[in-house]
């Protein structure tokens, strides 16, 4: 195996997209968490849907975690 012969590794995202992404996807993450938790402080045991809450918090969260992870590679931490 020679290391001459083999290609070199290219990200799948470029890097300078890295910044909007991170700033985008953990925007969408932050304003779906204030939904979340606006909908929880302002409903009553009575008209709760738990189906509701369980997707906004998922979409949530998935937001968020690869927001995280751009923010992350953008800053130079190569996860």
């Known amino acids: 195996m020679d290391i001459s ?3 070199r590794y290219a990200a799948p995202v470029h890097f300078s997209s890295l910044p909007l992404l991170a700033t985008v996807l953990c925007g ?3 304003l779906l968490l204030a939904a979340f938790t ?3 402080v302002t ?3 009575y008209n709760r849907n738990v ?3 369980l997707f ?3 979409t949530s ?3 968020l975690g690869f927001g995280s992870v751009f923010l ?3 800053v130079g931490i190569y996860v």
């Open 38 to 40: 606006m909908l929880q």
């Open 56 to 58: 906004i918090a998922a």
């Open 5 to 7: 012969k083999m290609d």
């Open 28 to 30: 969408v993450g932050l």
């Open 72 to 74: 992350l590679l953008w």
């Open 61 to 63: 969260s998935i937001f």
């Open 51 to 53: 189906f509701k809450e």
């Open 43 to 45: 409903s009553t045991k």
